[in-house]
């Protein structure tokens, strides 16, 4: 099936995928979470793939979840199984994009904010241009951090700086994001892609096999409580972005700025 706001293409062993509403600056709408669910789970029936690369454009990876687009999470004429589905859309893909049995490799120039850095800590590797920055800013528009994130990020990271980069909503440029361990790979401006090809031809020289039961392993081992840390999270959000104090960070964060 085509999609609308991502694209794909498959390079012999290598797929590559990319968000595609610059118009938006890639904002994860209800749309492009679906195709982003609705790719990995196609891209999981590949055995002639072994190494997914995602990315966006020179500008940005995603600006995250798109605020116009989610204010289903608190619409109290919607029935509230409705409500559930559209809360529970980003953990849905940033899950199904951590079982994909590919290595999964993330480009990010510009930025990756919010839940676009949610769904590159749900993939195996990140490379950052030197110049891009990445933030989670979920409280500050006054709902709690989801979709699984707060156990990967504090796997890789730790408690204290988990806590530093949700409850601060710092920004942090490449070098520092990468002494944090947030990403793997830093690269010069423009080169985020290339650098993360070179990743990916490191894994396709190994054997596949043994590659997909390792990944399936360490997964295994290292997200053995995550579900069920974050499997409700999306009544927290509902909850939350009900509130009047969010609802004001919100209105505040879309109006036009001068």
């Known amino acids: 099936m085509a999609y609308q706001q991502l694209t794909l293409d498959i390079e012999d062993r290598l797929a590559l995928v990319r968000l595609n509403r610059p118009e938006a600056r890639n904002a994860l709408s209800q ?10 789970h196609e891209l999981a029936e590949r055995i002639d793939i072994d190494v997914v690369l995602l990315t966006g454009n020179e500008v940005c990876l995603s600006a995250g979840a798109d605020l116009k687009d989610s204010r289903a999470w608190a619409d109290g004429s919607l029935p509230l199984v409705a409500r559930r589905e559209v809360a529970s859309l980003g953990y849905r893909m940033c899950k199904a994009w951590e079982e994909l049995p590919q290595i999964t490799i993330v480009a990010i120039e510009g930025y990756a ?7 590159s800590l749900a993939c195996d590797w990140r490379v950052m241009a030197d110049d891009a920055f990445v933030s ?3 409280i500050a ?3 709690p951090l989801t979709w699984g994130t707060l156990g990967r990020l504090t796997s890789l990271v730790g408690p204290a700086r988990a806590k530093r980069l949700t409850i601060l909503c710092e920004r942090f440029g490449a070098a520092q994001a990468l002494a944090l361990g947030l990403v793997d790979h830093t690269a010069p401006k423009g080169q985020a892609l290339a650098t993360a090809r ?6 396709l020289a190994m054997p596949a096999a043994a590659v997909r039961m390792s990944k399936e392993t360490i997964n295994a081992q290292a997200n053995a409580l995550h579900h069920l840390g ?3 999270a999306h009544d927290q959000i509902m909850l939350a972005a009900a509130s009047p104090e969010a609802r004001a960070a919100r209105a505040a964060a879309l109006k036009p700025r001068t």
């Open 141 to 143: 528009l006054g709902i």
């Open 113 to 119: 904010v919010g839940g676009a850095l949610a769904l």
């Open 230 to 232: 974050g499997h409700m």
């Open 31 to 40: 749309a492009l979470m679906r195709e982003l669910i609705r790719c990995a």
């Open 136 to 138: 989670l800013p979920e």
């Open 198 to 203: 070179r990743v990916a031809a490191q894994t």
